[in-house]
């Protein structure tokens, strides 16, 4: 791709976008990110050459001057994510941002019919999901942004609310972690929806999981706003189910196979098959904090104490988990630091690897010869089962717990796109 590339996304910051593999693999390979500050903007829509772009923040409400021509559904929206450049040289205006939100919703198995709708955020984004709430039937819509009526210091005068979006870029990569509610302060919420992809599930999604709410990620938006794109741009028609094609394949690209256990139950032997496997990178933990701290995990034990070393070990764990697409083998502790969850849940689905107590070896693990394994067990075993969400037997080898891993986990990210009918499109 050159300078002249003719489709692409242009937004302030797009470091982390997706956009161009997924324009890539609805047949599209002419597309890139184009970020821009807001003083370029006007001379970059005026270059003869471009035929097609996508529009994220901050710029949905911004472009819409720069359009000759409004599709009806921008129009009443107020928004704009899709510009295409007509035979007069103008640009039209579209909003599919409506399309793969609806979308979204019916894959989440939610609707808005009869909700009372507390909507996170007054931009762009938030206006499609504004718009789409009122048409499909929400009894009350509450949008909440800072320096407003219904800003976030008085959430509790929104408790019956019982479907949260979160419409901003609040817990998004790289400063993943942060919501800007609490799902507990809403007891009849039954539905919680983050436009945010990166990472896979948000600081707000993590919540709704632990809690049992419903929850929507912002993946399938992304997927289905950009099929409705590439329609616009290459003037042809996309089947629906090239959406979860596509979704799938991101999905299984994206998120991170995370492997949890005892000492010396197999983690690293098994991450590296999978990595032979499957083409993932594969990155032990244990094996980062060594080569930061310039000593072995002994050395650091005998030198500085495990306080010390559970410190180290968080620090790896922000780092790595806030990469996607790994196959993370942890240390056997790790699950010990409750700080450690969120961010292994973050980008990946979670694997307990299980081994009989009598086949664990006890070398160069300070823990494992200070205490006994049965003491160790006792105390991990049920956080390890809290965390998983999948359960391996490491008896065989660890080629079949690989192959095992990768059957469970195909399976699983294309479950994630099979969707609900509770919900249609639009």
């Known amino acids: 791709m050159s300078d002249l590339t003719p489709y692409g996304l242009i937004g302030r910051k797009l470091g982390h ?4 593999a997924i324009h890539a693999a609805f047949g599209n390979p002419d597309y890139q990110c184009f970020p821009l500050e807001p003083q370029a903007l006007e001379a970059f829509l005026e270059q003869p050459h471009l035929r097609g772009l996508n529009v994220t923040i901050p710029y949905k409400i911004t472009v819409m001057p720069f359009c000759k021509r409004l599709d009806p559904l921008a129009e009443a929206i107020g928004s704009v994510n899709t510009m295409v450049r007509d035979a007069d040289g103008m640009w039209t205006g579209y909003n599919t941002d409506a399309y793969g939100f609806r979308y979204l919703m019916q894959r989440a198995g939610l609707s808005f019919a009869g909700e009372q709708v507390l909507i996170l955020g007054n931009g762009g984004a938030s206006q499609t999901v504004q718009a789409i709430a009122k048409l499909d039937g929400a009894a009350s819509i509450t949008v909440a942004s800072r320096g407003s009526e219904h800003n976030y ?12 979006i979160n419409a901003t870029p609040v817990g998004m990569y790289p400063n993943a972690g942060n919501a800007l509610v609490d799902l507990r302060m809403f007891p009849q919420c039954h539905g919680v929806v983050d436009l945010i992809y990166n990472p896979c599930r948000t600081a707000l999604l993590l919540q709704a999981e632990q809690l ?3 929850y929507g990620g912002g993946l399938p938006m992304l997927v289905a706003q950009a099929k409705q794109a590439e329609e616009l741009f290459l003037h042809t028609s996309i089947a629906e189910t090239e959406i979860e094609r596509v979704g799938t394949m991101l999905q299984q690209q994206n998120e991170s196979i995370v492997l949890i256990g005892m000492p010396g139950c197999g983690k690293s032997t098994i991450g590296k098959a999978l990595a032979a496997h499957t083409g993932k990178q594969a990155i032990d933990l244990d094996q980062e904090i060594e080569r930061k701290a310039g000593k072995s995990i002994p050395e650091i034990f005998a030198a500085e104490g495990e306080a010390y070393f559970r410190q180290l070990e968080h620090e790896a764990v922000m780092e790595w988990t806030q990469k996607r697409g790994l196959i993370l083998m942890t240390g056997g502790g790790v699950v010990l630091d409750h700080a450690n969850h969120a961010p292994l849940r973050s980008n990946g689905k979670i694997y307990w690897i299980r081994r009989p107590l009598s086949m664990l070896p006890t070398d160069g693990r300070p823990l494992s010869q200070q205490n006994r394994l049965e003491a160790l067990e006792q105390v991990r075993n049920p956080l390890y089962a809290a965390l998983s969400q999948t359960q391996i037997d490491n008896t065989g080898t660890p080629q ?12 699983y990210t294309r479950s994630q796109w099979t969707k609900s009918e509770s919900a249609g499109l639009a």
Request: with cysteine; hydrophobic share 35%.
């Open 153 to 164: 210091d008085h959430m509790e005068r929104y408790a019956h609310c019982t479907l949260i």
């Open 400 to 411: 079949q717990a690989a192959a095992e891993i990768w059957r469970d986990y195909c399976a």
């Open 212 to 214: 049992g709410i419903p």
């Open 17 to 20: 976008s997706d956009s161009p």
